[in-house]
């Protein structure tokens, strides 16, 4: 079964920071990213990594976030710098694989809260 726990979430001030964990289990994923979700919004993605380490992000968090991922542990993480108000959202892990016939497949976590205010 294939299974993505998200964690690290909470409240943090304006400039603070968090540091979110996305624990996977049951396959092995390709690329791994990090979107969030405000509420009246849609999912947009946040960053990415793939299995060699290349990474993307979106304009809004370059400079202040970074994805990380330790593929031993099959864990991805995301550490979030200088939070700004407009951080404040759902952040889902996702996990990307394929089979055999190179089909995609997307699973998700269960999403962690994070809310930036004072």
């Known amino acids: 079964q294939v299974q993505l726990v998200e964690s690290g979430g909470g409240l943090v001030q304006p400039g603070g920071s968090l540091r979110l964990s996305c624990a996977a289990s049951?396959?092995?994923?390709?690329?791994m990213g990090w979107y969030r979700q405000a509420p009246g919004k849609q999912r947009d993605l946040v960053a990415s990594?793939?299995?060699?380490?290349?990474?993307n992000y979106a304009d809004s968090v370059k400079g202040r976030f970074t994805i990380s991922r330790d593929n031993a542990k099959n864990t991805v993480y995301l550490q979030m710098n200088s939070l700004k108000a407009e951080d404040t959202a759902v952040y889902y892990c996702?996990?990307?694989?394929?089979?055999?016939?190179?089909?995609?497949?997307?699973?998700w976590g269960q999403g962690t809260q994070v809310t930036v205010s004072s």
């Open positions: 996702k996990g990307e694989r394929r089979d055999a016939w190179f089909r995609r497949y997307d699973h």
């Open positions: 049951g396959s092995i994923f390709s690329t």
């Open positions: 990594i793939t299995s060699d380490g290349n990474t």
